[in-house]
């Protein structure tokens, strides 16, 4: 059976300052959930394009990896001293926008009343 | 139905991997396959809503890569009640029409013309992958979202087998009742990876798997690794990539390939292609896996095919105010119809499947193969069916006789 051509993806498809949907919104109320309940520290400089697509996608990297590499730090036994500060590595992409950063969720808890649009 | 462990391609089964896509329904994405498999549940051409102006619009093999569906069409409780029973506010008794995806549609932008592309679809050869894999393999022709909402709740199925009374995305999984399916095979000395794309796109399971149980992660180049050194997981879960983003690791621009609008199909269809070939070009592998690739929900896309009830996940209950209707919901009917493909070389070519399922077959069928006997899970989880009975054929179909797909830089 001859191997199935797969289509190529055009690069003007790509679009990193795409508006975040709703999805990716609450991915990021969760994140920043974590963030107030752990303490972690979040450079200033990764909320600033947080509403586009590939500003939050920094800020999710920032997030997932501090708070992955904290747990298993503890894991281990070493428990962390205070709060970790996340940093951005330097951004090369210009801010198009004014700058519009999430409320961060401090102590979110359970509810069952809706939140924003899903 | 109890699995019947004597057939040999549950005998050599080692690996489950699924892979969950994003917000397209059956219809939308194998409604076209009819015209090639008459047995495949998709659409003849007659199928229609009704418009805001009362004219009855048909489904049309319009849909394309991008753009069209801008904004993102509503898959919230209350939408989704207006897509299946015609009315946001109520659902049972009122009859489970389909008739209301237009006008959902129309109330974002109040643009008649617009909301029709709700209705269309994809004609096979726009999909080559996801129709190729449906012809060879097995198609699932009921398998529905959990519920009828969007995909955080719907997820949760798949990772715990139930949303702990959710219908919405303000889900914090911590201090619940039962565990993960990664918890259960740990516990059990099984292996388990739940693989994200990058850490830019992470995972949708945040507050309690990413919080607590960080070890259980890794990336897509990590379960492409796995593949190529024979040290794939026990179970894998594969979340596509969310956004389009510069790659953390410096490789470049990174193209979001979970198919949600307003993402482009075609790298999902990249995607998919490189999951399946990752299994299927290790002939050891090829042989001992089965693969499910599915869609957490419908994203608000017209499906034909009314969701049926099902047992209540007992005792959990969505209160009006998290509906968002005028009715509690006690997670006794299901979601919209999503795609759901069954890959193996023990599945016999064009195989179509017509039991029930949900996404808490997911552990369900995970459960019941590694671990047997299985007791504190949910209501809906000890009710779903199983999946893996379609690995059916008496021997291994031969390596030229599967499919191999060449993707495009």
């Known amino acids: ?5 797969v289509q190529a993806v055009p690069r003007t498809s790509f679009n990193k300052h795409r508006r975040v949907s709703d999805l990716l919104s609450s991915q990021l109320r969760h994140l920043q959930h974590v963030v107030a309940k752990q303490g972690i520290e979040i450079d200033p400089e990764l909320l600033l394009e947080i509403q586009t697509e590939g500003g ?42 004014a700058a519009e950063g999430l409320a961060i969720a401090a102590g979110a808890e359970e509810t069952d009343a809706p939140g924003s649009k899903p | 139905m109890p699995l019947d462990r004597t057939l040999p391609g549950i005998q050599q089964l080692k690996h489950v991997v699924v892979l969950m896509m994003e917000n397209r329904s059956f219809d939308h994405m ?10 495949i549940d998709g659409l003849t051409g007659q199928e229609s809503n009704p418009d805001t102006t009362g004219a009855l619009i048909n489904v049309q093999p319009l849909a394309q890569y991008q753009s069209q569906l801008d904004p993102d069409p509503s898959h919230d409780f209350a939408a989704v009640n207006l897509q299946i029973f015609g009315d946001p506010s109520q659902g049972p008794p009122l009859p489970a029409t389909m008739q209301g995806f237009i006008k959902s549609y129309y109330n974002q932008q109040q643009d008649v013309a617009h909301s029709a592309n709700i209705l269309y679809y994809f004609p096979p050869d726009k999909l080559p992958v996801l129709t190729t894999l449906a012809m060879e393999f097995a198609v699932f022709n009921r ?54 794309y990058d850490e830019a796109s992470s995972t949708m399971e945040v507050v309690n798997l990413l919080q607590n149980e960080p070890a259980i992660f890794g990336t897509f180049k990590d379960f492409l690794n796995a593949c190529s050194s024979n040290a794939l997981p026990d179970y894998c879960f594969i979340e596509p990539n969310y956004t389009d983003h510069d790659s953390p690791d410096g490789d470049g621009e990174v193209a979001a390939c979970d198919q949600h609008p307003d993402h482009d199909v075609r790298a999902g269809e990249q ?69 759901a493909i069954l890959i193996s070389p023990w599945v016999e070519k064009g195989s179509v499947i017509n039991d029930v399922y949900d996404h808490a077959s997911i552990p369900a069928t995970v459960t019941d193969f590694f671990l047997g006997a299985y007791d504190p899970r949910s209501a809906r989880e000890h009710t779903a069916n199983t999946f893996l009975g379609g690995l059916s054929l008496a021997a291994q179909r031969p390596d030229d006789d599967c499919p191999t797909f060449d993707i495009g830089s």
Request: aromatic residues 12%; glycine residues 8%.
């Open chain 2, 271 to 339: 995607f998919i292609a490189t999951v399946y070939n990752a299994v299927r070009n290790n002939a050891s592998l090829w042989s001992s896996t089965a693969l499910l690739v599915v869609y957490d929900e419908h994203g608000g896309i017209y499906d034909h095919v009314p969701p049926p009830a099902c047992a209540p996940d007992t005792p959990f209950v969505a209160q009006r105010a998290a509906t968002g209707t005028q009715d509690a919901f006690a997670f006794d009917r299901l979601g919209v119809r999503v795609p």
């Open chain 2, 30 to 39: 194998l409604g076209g396959l009819r015209s090639l498999s008459p047995a």
């Open chain 1, 1 to 5: 059976m001859q191997p199935i051509k």
């Open chain 1, 56 to 97: 939050a996608a920094r800020y999710i990297a920032a997030v997932t990896r501090a708070v992955r590499e904290r747990r298993l730090t503890m894991n281990k036994g070493t428990v962390a001293a205070g709060p970790r500060l996340v940093s951005s590595p330097a951004m090369k992409t210009p801010l198009d926008t």
């Open chain 2, 143 to 196: 398998w529905f979202a959990s519920i009828p909402g969007p995909t955080i709740c719907n997820r949760a199925f798949a990772h715990y087998g139930t949303s702990f009374g959710q219908v919405n995305m303000d889900v914090f999984y911590e201090g619940k009742p039962y565990k993960s399916i990664y918890e259960r095979m740990l516990a059990a000395g099984h292996t388990c990876k739940l693989f994200y």
